[in-house]
């Protein structure tokens, strides 16, 4: 009877997982259904599960609309992602080293400076920021762009949580063989830091990729633009074109499923070894 | 050994140059042919060819270089933003210029562009001073009115007819219209999917008789009137007779168009395509008049011309502006009339105009002629506007009690127009 | 010995410290100063005002009704991301067919701007006309549709609010709870099931929720911290080009409008944001001595 009870709720647990899985791709599901319609078939009063024709000329459309120059902005999106994650994980991990590892008199005082910016709302911050990067005339450059948001606490924390629960036997070898702080970091420390590094990096890459304020006030000139700021040029004008919309948003969506589907089992690892906790 | 100071040095000098190359295409301004290099904003239009066309003038500008900025997002917020900063435009388009940025001193005094233009004649009695009036501060003009932009109502004829109704003449009738077109396909009227507090603003007031600020700079709606008719919107909320959630808002047409709603408020923007689709089956109102000192009202506003008060080249920037806005009326006149469908703000091109001449466009100029307030009075500051949005909010959508409401915000805005005469004095 | 150590430390935590200097704590003192001042449409305010921009703030009935607001959207959503994330946890951990599968599932959303996610959600799931999936299915069953976003009695937008947040949200604490998980010994499991304990509640209760405890502590922060900066899924699906309605209003929208609207008053909005960074750090850290954080590091 015990068995029969334990397989019923292992039924029940899948049936549950697959009702909840089914819930959690609806959306995905509308952005395609959407994105391949015709106008006339989104706002059709009788409701079809996909549309009458799968217009993959949308498509096209998206990239041939001269008002909009979106393969621009995906560029300028993907590289600024790119920078983005390497400056923040070199800046970052380099940090939370220091601050976990290196002994400094008023290590904790920097530590609990670097912490309580996790607290102060990005908003706050945002025109003098502004007026900040302005005056250093980096307004519509990609350098006004990247350079201000590499300092994230976020990661400095994650890395120095990492690293306080790095096995120590790796790094006092290291120090017997005499490399210092610098050579050991590099040649012991990162090697066998893999997971944190992608778990970290896959998390700034997505918040790069998917940030929309900062891009759309720095990058005022249309050959700046990055793609959720292009995206959202299609919302505000004054008549809204659907279908557009949506296939841009699948198009702006692709490319980070790719990189997250690719990545997602370093960042259980990663997050499993790491103290985010 | 330990890791050396130079090595280090060297690993940071690459890493640097790494960054620099990485970050170095600089696609900001300068560069390029001799003369004065100007910026100048606009936000972005939905019409398809406007931005070729804004191009185009530009480009046909000879005394200085005119680097054009399409800008979509919250136009409004890029600006305010930008103006802190030398890396603004030199010349933009706004919804104002704002009385703060007026008397913060960050736009420039236009005033002389409409007074010694080359003719030697006073041009400022051209301009529709609906939309010239709150644009003057002091006397002082601080932005030329590019385009009216005009708001009414449109309607299906058929529904209406067959509902055996006539076109709402006063409030009541479009209360009681707008629930007898309700079924359960097609609601009866669509005012935003805010239930109307968003566009309507000041709308219903002027109908009433009333208006936001006085000409002498008071409260211009703390009678008992305001409430009594703010609460006929709610009226309209609370039949269910007005759409609400369309994908699109009020200032696209899509709703009216796909037979969700029998009557929209919308832009003059919307005709041609309305026209396009409906052919003769739609009509043109102004909001009606509510009470018996109630009058028809519509709202007309026009985005100016401005110069910004850090432009490096503000006599340059002034030329421009004088230029476009006020010497090439061909290009004045294409652009009201060539992509969207907006009245020229000179008198005188409207006049001329042969697209507005007939059918409902004749009918949308007269009643901004008729009718017309400026929707948006320099001295009705973005604070004051919120509170009484967010009253009208209340009172629409959560049945909240007009007159309480109301006296909160009399409360707020009288402060603002307070804070506005105080800075005045200041300056 | 020290002084080599100091050295050291700079070279490695120097570049990160000046950047957040800069680009942060700049800003941020310069933040605070404009508070004190009247700064209309300025960032180099003249008049001090002392604090009345703070007492203006604590009596603008709008704000503090923001406030008020999202304490209780706090209250209400921390919890229930918290339980989503964990039963998912605890599920897709204890699958064992295509658990890749429903990991990858769950946690897809994150990819998700939330730019991309209220345009679903408005556009398409909730809108309030007949073609929005979720009148759709409402039609099926002969009910009309329902304005989700407009309708403020009975307030349904929070339920579009919610839904969207928990669908970007869920995935990734529910990863964090993961890692905790695969973290407890299973010697532990062992040995319960030697002492006879039934698998199930009993289990859950003494050995898998204590050995999360460290996780929980941080997922509940990071809810917790997140709920009161709640700005771009609000922002997207509520507010219109005239404005946001005075409905569900975070903190953060408000002073945006306040302050990066042609509102341009900075101080204010200066004031305001002081006034909610300062909740933010009252509450967070009175939870953390409350969960005493503390522990963490022996726990890891």
């Known amino acids: 009877m015990d068995d029969a009870l334990v397989r019923a709720g292992r039924a029940l647990r899948l049936v549950l997982l697959l009702a909840l899985a089914l819930l959690f791709l609806i959306p995905f599901y509308l952005l395609v259904r959407n994105g391949l319609s015709s106008e006339q078939d989104i706002t059709s009063p009788r409701w079809t599960f996909l549309p009458g024709e799968l217009r993959w000329g949308n498509v096209r459309e998206l990239f041939d609309d001269p008002s909009v120059p979106f393969a621009r902005s995906l560029l300028n999106s993907a590289l600024i992602a790119v920078a983005t994650t390497l400056g923040t994980l070199l800046l970052a991990s380099l940090a939370g080293y220091g601050l976990a590892r290196i002994p400094y008199r008023h290590a904790n005082k920097v530590f609990y400076g670097v912490l309580g910016t996790l607290l102060v709302p990005a908003a706050v911050t945002f025109v003098p920021s502004f007026v900040l990067v302005s005056s250093l005339g980096w307004i519509s450059t990609l350098r006004g762009l990247i350079v201000p948001t590499l300092f994230s606490a976020f990661a400095c924390f994650v890395f120095r949580q990492y690293f306080l629960g790095f096995p120590r036997e790796l790094e006092d070898a290291a120090q017997v063989d005499g490399l210092g702080y610098w050579r050991t970091y590099w040649l012991v420390v990162v090697p066998n830091a893999r997971p944190v590094f992608a778990a970290v990096g896959t998390i700034v890459f997505l918040g790069a990729w998917n940030s929309f304020l900062w891009p759309l006030v720095i990058g005022q000139d249309q050959s700046a633009w990055t793609v959720q700021v292009a995206l959202s040029s299609f919302t505000t004008s004054q008549v809204i074109r659907l279908h557009e919309l949506f296939v841009a948003a699948v198009v702006s969506v692709l490319p980070l499923l790719l990189v997250f589907l690719c990545f997602q089992r370093w960042i259980v690892a990663g997050v499993e070894r790491s103290g985010i906790d | 050994m330990t890791m050396s100071r130079r090595t280090l040095l060297a690993a940071g000098a690459g890493a640097g140059a790494a960054l620099l190359a990485g970050c170095g295409s600089n696609t900001g301004r300068g560069g390029g042919s001799s003369g004065t290099e100007l910026t100048q904003w606009y936000h972005q239009y939905g019409e398809t060819g406007t931005e070729q066309a804004v191009e185009r003038y530009a480009a046909a500008y000879k005394k200085a270089n005119v680097r054009v900025q399409w800008r979509p997002g919250n136009y409004d917020q890029q600006t305010a933003a930008a103006l802190l900063t030398d890396s603004g435009p030199d010349v933009f388009e706004v919804n104002g210029p704002t009385i703060d940025q007026i008397q913060g001193g960050q736009v420039v005094d236009l005033t002389d562009l409409l007074k010694d233009a080359k003719d030697a004649k006073d041009i400022k009695d051209d301009f529709n001073p609906a939309v010239l009036g709150p644009k003057t501060y002091d006397g002082r003009i601080w932005g030329i009115p590019q385009v009216i932009d005009m708001q009414m109502l449109y309607y299906r004829k058929s529904l209406l007819k067959e509902a055996g109704l006539a076109p709402p003449a006063t409030l009541d009738a479009l209360v009681d219209a707008a629930r007898k077109l309700t079924d359960s396909k097609v609601k009866g009227l669509f005012l935003g999917n805010d239930g109307g507090a968003g566009v309507l603003g000041g709308t219903p007031l002027y109908a009433a008789g009333l208006t936001l600020v006085t000409d002498d700079g008071k409260v211009g709606f703390d009678e008992p009137a305001a409430a009594r008719t703010l609460g006929k919107l709610r009226q309209l909320y609370a039949d269910k007779s007005l759409l609400l959630g369309a994908p699109a808002d009020w200032s696209d047409p899509s709703a009216f168009l796909q037979g969700l709603t029998a009557m929209q408020w919308s832009g003059l923007w919307a005709l041609p395509q309305v026209q396009k689709e409906l052919g003769d089956d739609f009509g043109v109102l102004p909001f009606p008049g509510d009470g018996g000192q109630g009058k028809p009202a519509v709202p007309v506003g026009a985005y100016g011309a401005a110069v910004s008060a850090r432009s490096r080249h503000k006599e340059a920037a002034r030329e421009f502006v004088r230029w476009l806005w006020v010497e090439r009326t061909d290009y004045q006149e294409d652009f009201a009339l060539s992509y969207g469908f907006h009245i020229p703000a000179r008198i005188s091109l409207a006049q001329k105009a042969g697209k507005l001449r007939t059918g409902p466009a004749a009918d949308a100029v007269r009643f901004s002629t008729d009718h017309g307030f400026a929707a948006q009075p320099l001295l009705w500051t973005p604070a004051a506007q919120t509170a009484y949005q967010d009253a009208l909010s209340r009172i629409i959508r959560s049945g909240a009690d007009a007159e309480s409401a109301l006296r909160a915000v009399v409360g707020k805005v009288a402060g603002e127009l307070d804070r506005v005469k105080k800075a005045k004095k200041a300056s | ?300």
């Open chain 3, 1 to 300: 010995m020290r002084r080599r150590g100091t050295l050291w430390f700079w070279v490695f935590v120097g570049p990160f410290a000046a950047g957040l200097a800069l680009f942060t704590y700049v800003p941020l003192l310069w933040s605070v100063g404009l508070s004190f001042f009247d700064a209309h449409n300025t960032v180099t305010p003249t008049r001090f005002v002392g604090l009345d921009n703070y007492t203006a703030m604590l009596k603008d009935d709008a704000f503090v009704d923001s406030l008020r607001t999202f304490l209780l959207f706090t209250a209400f959503i921390v919890p229930v991301t918290y339980l989503l994330s964990l039963s998912l946890a605890l599920m897709v951990n204890r699958v064992k067919r295509a658990r890749a599968f429903f990991r990858s599932v769950f946690f897809l959303p994150a990819a998700c701007s939330y730019v991309v996610a209220a345009l679903v959600w408005k556009m398409s799931l909730f809108n309030g006309v007949r073609f929005g999936l979720a009148n759709t299915v409402l039609g099926w069953f002969g009910s009309d549709p329902v304005a989700w976003l407009s309708s403020a009695d009975p307030p349904w937008y929070w339920l579009v609010i919610v839904t969207v947040r928990l669908w970007l949200q869920a995935g990734f604490y529910m990863i964090l709870f993961l890692a905790g998980l695969q973290r407890i010994d299973p010697v532990l499991y062992e040995a319960a099931a030697v002492d006879g304990a039934r698998p199930g509640w009993t289990v859950l209760r003494h050995i898998t929720l204590p050995q999360l405890r460290a996780t929980s502590v941080a997922v509940v922060l990071l809810l917790v911290i997140n709920a009161f900066q709640a700005f771009d899924e609000f922002y997207n699906l509520l507010s219109d080009a005239r404005g946001y309605p005075p409905y569900a209003r975070p903190p953060l929208v408000y002073l945006y409008y306040t302050a990066l609207g042609q509102g341009q008053n900075l101080g204010a909005g200066s004031a305001g944001a002081v006034i909610l960074a300062l909740i933010i750090a009252v509450v967070t850290v009175g939870q953390a001595r409350w969960l005493r954080l503390g522990r963490t590091d022996a726990d890891g």
